[in-house]
Each structure stands twice: as structure tokens, then as C-alpha cells.
């Protein structure tokens, strides 16, 4: 079954504890993106990657990093989370950056 | 730069009447279209797209979208709605040519009651 999956489903951590949220796809996709959804703002690009080793930034990367070292995984990595990062992630991939997006489940990620 | 305006936040509506999710787009360029869901406690899935071809677009659950290039817009309708149609919904947009990322709108929540 073609999927997009994260994990955790749901973390609740600490300011300043550094965590990783993994993102995986069997699509054999080049493009992947990680987005945040918060309340009346939709859904905001943190970063994306168009290939392997090749990421940039979306519209809100502060605080936030990736990598791509396989074409399969996209972790985001938070180093120093702030209470202003708890929000709703979502994972994505797609054959090219302009078609159509497949998502994870979202990770609901809470800092205290 | 694209963007994506949904003019409604909410759009209470009783089951079985039908509705219309509005969606207008800003491009410079010709664009892809799109319309995902979220239910609840879930990701986001695809609802229709249109990429080229014909303007009028259905998905397989009774609802339709239709591309009007003139009025920059892709509303999202359906002749009768369920209590299972009940979740968020978000028009995003993307353009054919060069490095152009999804951008979505803010989404529109739909709320059937009996």
C-alpha cells in the first residue's frame, strides 16, 4: 500500500529537549515537504526537499532542520523546541514539487 | 508568487441540502488546482484536481469543482451533503511551469448537522 508514515503520532516534550520526528515514504518519490498546521492559519511549508542531500527552506524554517541522506526518509529535527512550535505536523511526498502531495497522518507535537 | 484565498472559515449546513465551498487563487501563470480533506484526527487526502482539460472535475464521493479561469476560482460543490462529509477542507494551488511548490489556503470547516 503506497503511504506516507510519521512517527510519533503524538509526543509531548520539554523546552530546549532536542527531538526528531520521522517521515517515510514507499512511493519511490524525489520531492518530500514538512508542513505545520495551526488554527486559522492552514497549512504552512517548513521545509522541502526536491532529492537526495538536496533540501531548502519553506515559509516558516526557524527553529527547524531536515536532511534527506535516502530517498525514502525526511526527518525534521527540532534541536531546541519552544512552547511556539506546538502545533500539527504533516509529512508529504509527491513525484514533483507542483503535483499532487500525499501525507502522513500528522504528529501532534505539544512543548511544555 | 501563488496564493489561495478560502472566503469562508465555517460553513455550517443541514444534511442533504447542498453547498458551496468557495475558492479563489492569485498566479501570473497558469496553475494546477487542487482539493484535499481532513477528517477528523487524520492527514490530508485528495479530493479532486484539475491539471488540465476539462474545467468541470468530480471525485467519487458526489463532489465537483470547477476551474474558472476568468474568475480565478475553483469552488467546490456538492448537490447533497452527508453527516460523514463533515471536516475541513483545503483548495491549494501550484503552478505548471518552473519551481513551484503546493500552497494551500487556510481551509474551510464543514459542519452537517441532521
Known amino acids: 500500500e503506497a503511504q506516507v508514515t510519521q512517527n510519533p503520532r503524538y509526543l509531548i516534550t520539554v523546552t530546549g529537549k532536542k527531538l526528531t520526528v520521522t517521515c517515510s515514504q514507499n512511493?519511490?518519490?524525489?520531492?518530500m515537504s514538512w508542513y505545520r498546521q495551526d488554527p486559522g492559519l492552514g497549512l504552512r511549508q517548513i521545509y522541502y526537499?526536491?532529492?537526495?542531500?538536496?533540501?531548502d527552506k519553506g515559509d516558516v524554517p526557524e527553529g527547524y532542520k531536515v536532511s534527506r541522506k535516502e530517498k525514502r526518509n525526511f526527518p525534521l529535527i527540532l534541536e531546541s523546541p519552544s512552547p511556539n512550535q506546538t502545533s500539527l505536523y504533516f509529512c508529504?511526498?509527491?513525484?514533483?514539487?507542483?503535483?499532487?502531495?500525499?501525507f502522513g497522518q500528522g504528529t501532534r507535537l505539544t512543548v511544555v | 508568487a501563488q496564493s489561495v484565498t478560502q472566503l469562508d472559515s465555517q460553513v455550517p449546513v443541514f444534511e442533504e441540502a447542498p453547498v458551496e465551498l468557495r475558492c479563489n487563487y492569485s498566479?501570473?501563470?497558469?496553475?494546477?488546482l487542487f482539493w484535499y480533506v481532513q477528517y477528523p484526527n487524520q492527514g490530508l487526502q485528495l479530493l479532486l484536481k484539475y491539471l488540465s482539460g476539462s474545467t468541470l472535475v468530480e471525485s467519487i464521493n458526489g463532489f465537483e469543482a470547477e476551474f474558472n479561469k476568468s474568475q480565478t476560482s475553483f469552488h467546490l460543490r456538492k448537490p447533497s451533503v452527508h453527516i460523514s462529509d463533515t471536516a475541513e477542507y483545503f483548495c491549494?494551488?501550484?503552478?505548471?511551469?518552473?519551481?513551484?511548490?503546493?500552497?494551500f489556503g487556510k481551509g474551510t470547516m464543514l459542519l452537517v448537522s441532521p
Open positions: 508529504a511526498s509527491s513525484d514533483r514539487m507542483n503535483t499532487e502531495a500525499f
Open positions: 491549494a494551488v501550484s503552478e505548471i511551469a518552473g519551481y513551484s511548490t503546493l500552497t
Open positions: 526537499s526536491m532529492n537526495v542531500e538536496v533540501t
Open positions: 512511493m519511490n518519490h524525489e520531492y
Open positions: 498566479s501570473s501563470v497558469s496553475v494546477y
